[in-house]
């Protein structure tokens, strides 16, 4: 089945403990995204990335990090997680070549004390 | 369910009636647009899209308006069913005509079907 997979599902943590959100799809797609959702804002881009070993800032990459070492996964790293990092977390991947079908995650939600 | 649809706008419709969710977008030099369903609990999935040559395009059920004058954008459902209960984003990009690169979601609109 064609999915993108995050990992874990929920999590709380603690200021400043580093964490790692996976993310991972098994449709061979070039493109994949992160994004958080909080109430009201919508849906706002973390980071982007093209391909292997390329990435790209969205509207909010601060307090975030990415790494696209290969194609499938692509994982969101919280250094030093903030209470403001709180939120609902999507992973997403496209098609190469453009169009609209990205196919987003089932989320991944983080409170961070 | 997940709790993202706080003071966002609201739809409430009639099972059989027609909808149309509104958004206005931001940026000029958009070029590709496309529109989201998400339902309670799970992310979005993807419904329509339209590129800046374009002025309306249609899809099962779903015809997408975009006026570049006004920088609006309008998703019209017909004979909406109660399964399309959802919160709809809008969402802009000016990678090219495609969705790559940065992409900028609306707020939501709350679409509340009546049986």
């Known amino acids: 089945e064609a999915q993108v997979t995050q990992n874990p599902r929920y999590l709380i943590t603690v200021t400043g403990k580093k964490l790692t959100v996976t993310c991972s799809q098994n449709?061979?797609?070039?493109?994949m995204s992160w994004y958080r959702q909080d109430p009201g804002l919508g849906l706002r881009q973390i980071y982007y990335?093209?391909?292997?070993?390329?990435?790209d800032k969205g509207d909010v990459p601060e307090g975030y990090k990415v790494s696209r070492k290969e194609k499938r996964n692509f994982p969101l790293i919280l250094e030093s997680p903030s209470p403001n990092q709180t939120s609902l977390y999507f992973c997403?991947?496209?098609?190469?070549?453009?169009?609209?079908?990205?196919?987003f995650g089932p989320g991944t939600r983080l409170l961070v004390l | 369910g997940e709790s993202v649809g706080l003071h966002l706008p609201t739809l409430s419709v009639q099972e059989g009636d027609n909808s149309i969710i509104n958004c206005a977008y931001s940026?000029?030099?958009?070029?590709?647009f496309i529109w989201y369903k998400q339902e309670s609990g799970k992310g979005p999935q993807f419904i329509i899209d339209?590129?800046?040559?374009?002025d309306k395009r249609q899809g099962q059920r779903v015809t997408v308006l975009l006026n570049k004058t006004v920088k609006h954008l309008s998703l019209q459902i017909a004979a909406t069913q109660p399964g399309d209960s959802a919160v709809y984003f809008c969402?802009?990009?000016?990678?090219?005509?495609?969705?790559?690169?940065?992409?900028?979601f609306g707020q939501g609109t709350i679409l509340t079907v009546h049986p």
């Open positions: 997403a991947s496209s098609f190469p070549g453009g169009g609209g079908t990205q196919y």
């Open positions: 449709m061979n797609h070039e493109y």
């Open positions: 990335s093209m391909n292997v070993e390329v990435t």
């Open positions: 940026n000029s030099a958009s070029d590709y």
């Open positions: 339209i590129r800046s040559n374009m």
């Open positions: 969402a802009e990009s000016n990678a090219g005509g495609t969705s790559y690169g940065k992409l900028t």
